[in-house]
Structures are given as C-alpha cells and as structure tokens.
C-alpha cells in the first residue's frame, strides 16, 4: 500500500522555505536533472546528432525564454527587443574571443554583462510608460541595436556583420560536437532555470509581481518601482545575453540576422504559449515553437509519402504552407483550451494526479 | 480540459509520431544521398518556390536518364523558413542522412554552416547567396558560391557601364538593401569608382524596404546620375522600379544584381512600367536551353503539365544548382570511385572545367584557387513580355574581384 499526504503540512521553516516543499516534488526535479544529465547517452550510441542539434537550439531558447518572462511574465513589462539584447551579448562575446582571446567562461560572462547594460538603458522608457506604448519603444530598441551592429564596423566586423569564434575550450576540453556541446550548455540551463525559481520566490520576485499587478499599489506599500522595473530589465537582459553568447559558441559564428524582430516576437509567442509568470512554462513554451516546426516537418513528409503515396516534389509547397496552417492551428488549440498556458496544463495534470484514482 | 480527454489526445498523438517516423526510416542502398534546404514559406518564399522545384526536377531527370555511372541520387529537401535554428536543424538532418553535397540557402543560414561544412567535410554550394569571401577554397574548402558573387556581380555591373560609355566624371549610383548582403558589394563599387574618376555616391535603403522615394529622387534629380546600379531584395526591386520610372530615369541605364531581376519582380512593378530593366543573371533565362526541354519532355511524357515556372529566372537557377552537384558527385564517381564521400565531392566540384550544359551556364570552371568558377554573368533586358539575352556571359573587373579576395583571405 503507498501511502500519500492528502496536503502541504510542515512542520519546520527550513521545510516551509524550501525551493520543492513536497518529497514527490524534490525527486522529479532531481529526476528531471538527471534525465536531462543522461540525455545524451542514448543519442551518443546511435550516432544521432540530428536530435542533439535539436534539443541544444531548443536549451539556447529555454534560457532566453526564462530570461523574457521575467520580464513580461513576472513584471509585467512588455518587451519585443529580447533579439535585440541577445545581439548584443552574442556580438560582445564574439569580439571578446576572436580579437582578444578572452576563454569562454569570460565571453558567456561579458556577454550577459553588456546585454544587461544596454537592456538596462532601454527600458528607463518603462518608468514613465506602460504596456503598449513600451511594446513600442523596445522594439525601437530592437532597430537601434540591429542598426547599430550593422553599421559600427568596430561592433560588426566589416561589411558582412559577422564575426567567428572558436570552439569553446575549457581544461584541454574542446567542445568541438553536439553532444559535447550540449554538456557546455546544459550548466547554463540549469542555472537559468533554477535561479529564476529561486529569484521570483524572493523578496525582489516579489517585488516584480507587485508591479505587475498594480504598480501603484506596490508604490505606497514601499516598493521602488524605479529600482525594481530597471532591475527586471537588467534580470531579463542578462538571461538573453547569456543565451545570445551561448548562441555564437554553439554556431561559432555571431550575425545579428540571427536575432531579428521575428526571433523577438518568437520568444514572445513562446512566453505566451507556456505561460505568463511561469518559468517550467518558458521551457515548454521554447520546446513547442523551436520542436513542433520540425516535428510537423518530419512527419508530414513522412505521411505524404508513405501514407498517401504522394511524392514528395509535387506538393512541396503545398505541405511547407500546410504544417504552418497546422502549426497555427496547434498554438490556437492550446490557448483555447488553456489560456494560460502549457505551465498551467501541467499544474492540471499534476493536482488530478495527486488525488488519482479517488478524487473528490 | 478534462484530463482523461487530454490523455486520450497525447496518446493519439504519439500514436501518429510513432508510425510515420518508422514509415520513413525505411532506406534503400545503392544511392548517392544529397541535400539542400529551401525555403518555400519564409521571407523569401517567391525565390525558394522556383529554385526548390527547379532541383528537384532536374535530380528527377538524371535520375530517369539511369542515374549517375548508374547510381541513383536521393535529393533531401529540407525546409527551414529562412531561420537560422531550421537551417542547422536541416544540415544535420541531411548529414545523418549520409549527405555528401549540399546546397545552402539564405544568406544567414550560409553564415551560419559554414563552420560545420569546413568541420564536417561535406561541401556546401551557395550560388548567389553570398560569402564573396567563400571564392578563395584554400582558405574555405568546402564553401563553393559557384555563381558570380556579389564582388563579382559588381564588377561585372561596373564594366558593362564603362562598356556602354561611362567615363571620367560619369555619375554612377549604388542603390542597396541595407543588410549585410547589400553591403557586401560596397567598396568593390567605391574602389572601381575611385580607379576609374566616376563621381559616385552610394543609397541605403533600409529595412524593409518598401520606401524609397527619397532615394530615387535624389538620385535622379539631385545627383543626376548617369547610371545606377540597384542590389535589392524581395518587394524593393519592383518598388525601385517604379520610382525610377515615375522620376523619368531611363530604365535601361538601371543594372539590378543578381537578386532583383526575377520574373515577379517585374510583374510586381508591371511588364509596361519595366520596359528596359536589366538585370543581371547567373543562368540563362528561358525554356531555348537543352537542359530545360528535356524537362518539359520528362513533364509531358508523364503526362502531367508543365508547371508555368519552368524555364523563369529562379527556376533555372535552381536547375544550376541540380546540375553543378550532379556533375561534381560524377566527377568524383568517375576519378575516385565509390563510396562518394564529402571530400570526393568537393575535388569533383574543382574538376568542373567548362561546364555550360548547353549554354544555361557560363563556362564555369572551378579550380582549388577560385570556388567561384569566373564570376560570368549575363544581362538581361525586359522587353515587351518577355525578358530577354541583351549581352553575352562577361565577367569585369576580375583583378580588383581577386585583390579583395585575397585580402579577406589574409582577414582572420
């Protein structure tokens, strides 16, 4: 017989203040890390770094992601210049490594550094306004920062605006493969992930959901709206920096054509797909945009062909069109039967879980 | 949601995944595998619906005339929405599929690769979608632009104007969409410019470059220029267009690049309002090319109809593309025997030596020293509706072209 706590009963402040309160909790998130540790090692056997390459883009976007719904999600501040921020991380990592021979550890570092200074300067517009007005001026700041690397040739590198990076190397270690390279980026990720867990459990993270609820009532109760509003884009930023510069290591290239306006609006969409003010939201958020585009691409072709009997070249353009009405589709389809998201699907199939199979 | 519903659509799902990804890991042997990405939904979806076809069509073709030595060609078309993350997802996808050519699409995207192709030595072509750099093979061995590069295009546009009678003094405008594959060209242009004692000036137009009315009436009313020579992309050529028309700028004193001289480009701005237009070409243009009647003939002995873009400008491009990797995995077939492998195709590539496939191409030849295979291009002029041969394949400017390339080559 197993038997269940039929609540959330401590019994101790160390227990209440806990990062996983419940026991069941605390394994699957130890589980989960060890899963996401041994991930590679079945991929490795088969040779498969098709599905390595797959899921290291999608820890590049989960890192971003977390970084944006601290902003959006947990402040409130709109923001459509994430792309822009991870420019300018990517692109401080890249000149730190090609022109100085900086080693990785100080790229990664300089490139959230910088990232978080120029978020920083672009979201003072968000003490005075709000909403859509600074879904505006950030993505001025998303033009300026593209503009600015495209025409600064110290920043760009020359006409093309690219600059290329050598593997990573740490201790005689080059993470020169996808499976190598996944090792580099999962630290990041994790970290990423459970210090934004722990931030918005803390009185700053408090801080950022009073002003996402009502930023004058934060004001009288004594929080700094000014600090705490700049302090979300200097979080936020830092996150995208650090992802953009894990980026150029993980391509070995830095072009700002990688961070455009659509990537912006993407991680948005990611955010708003996995849930406002969650951080496993922004995880499945990134692996539903960056996974489900070639998921659908692996499979429609594969049923066309196979199923139907159709080659492949007479309806090309067809089924490139048609996985983008399905992916559409698919994003509405979940917002309609959860607008707040994949975060709170799994916070559904959890609680139901929790009393299977004698729910009340 | 109710939950058991939930569960019921996971399961479905899964279901569905399971079964098609086991349909398509069926394999057949015996087959040269290849690859390219396209991009039949993203920013440049009119281009990628003409070339992609264009590919396919002529491996179709090569595969119905028995193959290459008798090997079949399994040609991977992989989509990716001209995104960055899509194009390293395909690249690996093709690589796991034992790929041994690849075609790179998108300017970024090519950017993005090239680490992996010189890493993973499977060589990658990228006609007309830049690294100029990319000509130098020694430096960049498995990069191959195999058309004109914008450097070359350059070159080529500035000695068709001093053909035509551009002298000292002549006034010459640069018009570029402002991104790194406008700006490429740039001091090939100025450096020309300054060679030459050509008054030059250059115009930005930035992103997305659906306005340019300023531009256009500073250069045809205020510098008054003798020439111009327009580097655009996707909406802005047939914009440029018609600007210059209503400024009254003569159209035939208008050299577009590689990029803003398609069928749809001058439909966009109307066949009536382009009359004159030329632009420049990296494949023949029309249906008058051995090549591209067998296909109509492949088409018809099918008996399916001919689709309309056979024979158009990115069409045939995309045929180029087809023919230049078959003819490198043939190359190294014949001089290295089986199996092909990235590096015996890209000592194929290099073996290509006057290579016109009926005078679709320019006689390319590719060499360890030159990717580029001579920087040939054609100008074409619009006339009444149809867009027609105005000069033969010429290439200019080739010891500036080559300075450039061998100081970028020193470039760490």
Redesign the interface.
């Known amino acids: 017989m197993i038997n269940r706590e039929s609540g959330v009963y401590q019994t101790t402040y160390e227990g209440d203040m806990a990062l996983y309160t419940l026991p069941l909790a605390r394994a699957t998130a130890l589980a989960a890390v060890a899963l996401l540790v041994l991930l590679p090692l079945p991929l490795w056997s088969a040779g498969?770094?098709?599905w390595m390459?797959?899921v290291n883009?999608i820890v590049l976007?989960a890192i971003g992601a977390i970084g944006l719904n601290i902003l959006v999600g947990y402040t409130g501040q709109i923001s459509i210049g994430h792309g822009g921020f991870m420019a300018a991380g990517a692109y401080a990592a890249a000149i730190l490594s090609?022109r100085y021979d900086m080693p990785f550890l100080v790229g990664v570092a300089a490139g959230g550094v910088v990232a978080m200074l120029v978020g920083t300067f672009f979201g003072i517009p968000s003490l005075r306004i709000k909403g859509l007005y600074l879904a505006i001026a950030t993505l001025a700041a998303q033009l300026i920062i593209e503009w600015t690397i495209?025409h600064v040739t110290w920043i760009g590198g020359g006409?093309?605006?690219?600059i290329?990076v050598q593997n990573p190397t740490i201790l005689g270690v080059e993470f020169?493969n996808?499976f190598r390279r996944y090792y580099l980026l999962l630290p990041f990720f994790l970290l990423a992930y459970f210090g934004a867990l722990n931030l918005v459990r803390s009185r700053v993270g408090r801080a950022f959901i009073a002003v996402r609820d009502r930023d004058i009532a934060a004001e009288i109760i004594g929080v700094d709206i000014f600090k705490y509003k700049l302090l979300a884009f200097a979080v936020s930023s830092f996150y995208a920096g650090v992802a953009g510069a894990l980026y150029t290591y993980y391509?070995?290239?830095a072009?700002y054509?990688?961070f455009t306006l659509?990537v912006s609006i993407q991680f948005l969409a990611m955010i708003i797909i996995g849930g406002l003010g969650s951080v496993i939201g922004s995880v499945l958020g990134a692996i539903f945009i960056?996974l489900l585009?070639?998921?659908l691409?692996?499979?429609v072709?594969?049923?066309s062909?196979?199923?139907f009997g159709v080659p492949?070249?007479r309806v090309?353009?067809f089924?490139?069109?048609f996985?983008?009405v399905v992916f559409g589709g698919l994003i509405i389809l979940f917002l309609a039967?959860?607008p707040q998201g994949l975060a709170r699907?799994w916070f559904?199939?959890k609680r139901?879980f929790r009393l299977w199979p004698f729910s009340y | 949601m109710r939950i058991r519903t939930l569960s019921r659509v996971l399961t479905v799902a899964a279901l569905v995944l399971g079964l098609s990804g086991a349909l398509t890991a069926a394999l057949a042997d015996h087959e040269i595998v290849a690859g390219g990405q396209c991009d039949r939904t993203g920013a440049t979806k009119l281009v990628g619906e003409q070339i992609c076809p264009g590919v396919l069509d002529y491996v179709n073709l090569v595969n119905k005339k028995g193959g290459i030595e008798g090997h079949r060609i399994r040609y991977i078309e992989v989509e990716h929405g001209y995104q960055v993350d899509r194009g390293v997802e395909a690249y690996e996808r093709i690589k796991r599929e034992g790929g041994v050519a690849m075609l790179d699409y998108g300017t970024p995207i090519v950017y993005a690769l090239t680490p992996r192709h010189m890493e993973d030595k499977i060589p990658g072509i990228t006609p007309g979608f830049g690294r100029a750099d990319a000509t130098d093979g020694r430096k960049w061995p498995y990069i191959f632009p195999l058309a004109a590069t914008y450097w070359s295009q350059m070159g080529a546009g500035m000695k068709y104007v001093k053909d035509s009678g551009a002298r000292k003094g002549s006034k010459i405008a640069y018009i570029f969409y402002d991104n790194p594959a406008g700006r490429e060209p740039l001091h090939v242009f100025e450096r020309i410019c300054k060679q030459e004692g050509y008054g030059c000036r250059t115009f930005a137009v930035p992103p997305p470059g659906v306005e340019m009315a300023s531009q256009v009436l500073d250069i045809t009313r205020r510098m008054r220029a003798d020439w111009v020579i327009a580097h655009l992309f996707g909406k802005s050529p047939s914009i440029s267009i018609k600007e210059f028309k209503k400024n009254g700028f003569p159209l035939d004193k208008v050299v577009s690049l590689v990029w803003g001289a398609g069928e749809h480009d001058i439909l966009a701005a109307g066949w009536d309002t382009a009359q004159g237009y030329l632009g420049m070409q990296f494949a023949g243009v029309g249906r008058n090319f051995p090549v591209i009647q067998e296909i109509v003939k492949m088409y018809r002995d099918e008996g399916r109809e001919v689709p309309a873009t056979v024979g158009s400008v990115y069409y045939n491009r995309g045929v180029l593309v087809g023919a230049l990797m078959a003819e490198a995995i043939r190359l190294a077939v014949a001089h290295e025997g089986l199996p092909v492998t990235g590096e015996k195709v890209r000592n194929g590539y290099r073996r290509i030596r006057d290579f016109t496939l009926g005078g679709l191409l320019p006689p390319l030849t590719v060499t360890e020293a030159d990717h580029e295979g001579g920087g040939w291009v054609k100008l074409y002029q619009v006339r009444g509706t149809e867009i027609v041969a105005h000069t033969d394949w010429f290439h200019g400017y080739r010891d500036v072209v080559q300075d450039e390339v061998r100081k970028a080559a020193g470039k760490k």
């Not at chain 1, 006409?159 to 690219?162: E, G, I, L």
């Open positions: 498969n770094e098709h390459s797959i883009t976007s090609s495209n006409a093309q605006s690219t290329y020169d996808e391509l070995r290239i072009n054509e990688q659509i960056k585009p070639i998921v691409d692996l499979t072709v594969g049923v062909e196979n199923v492949y070249a090309a353009d089924l490139a069109n996985q983008l039967i959860e699907m559904n199939v139901y």
